[in-house]
């Protein structure tokens, strides 16, 4: 079992910051990535942010320049610093794991998500 648990959500307004961590644990081997995605009622989920175990990233268009995603592997956790929020930021953030391996002895991988965190950006 692996599980993904999230913090640092709540309620900013309009151009301030948060910072959201989520940390995998349980049957982990070895993680290719990690990263974020997020969901507004109606929509589908898109991507945020997400992390390589060997650094590459890549964002959404809709927050290149404003959120920043780094990880620590040794601790399999993953953040997403963000800044300069907008209303429209404001949805359910979902941490995501990809390509779990979970021992040595199989190759058989999967992929997680977490729970999720409710971000709100508003006056």
Not at 42 to 59: D, F, H, M, P
Not at 92 to 112: E, F, I, K
Request: proline share 2%; net charge positive; charged share 15%.
């Amino acid at each position: 079992q692996v599980h993904l648990v999230e913090s640092g959500g709540g309620l900013v307004q309009p151009g301030g910051s948060l910072l959201l961590s989520c940390a995998a644990s349980g049957s982990i081997f070895s993680i290719n990535g990690m990263g974020w995605y997020r969901q507004t009622p109606g929509k589908q989920r898109e991507l945020v942010a997400v992390i390589t175990t060997g650094g590459s990233t890549n964002y959404g268009e809709s927050v290149k320049g404003r959120f920043t995603i780094s990880s620590d592997n040794a601790k399999n956790t993953v953040y997403l610093h963000m800044n300069s929020l907008k209303p429209e930021d404001t949805a359910v953030y979902y941490c995501y794991a990809d390509r779990v391996r979970s021992n040595l002895y199989s190759a058989r991988t999967a992929n997680h998500w977490g729970q999720g965190t409710q971000v709100t950006v508003s006056s």
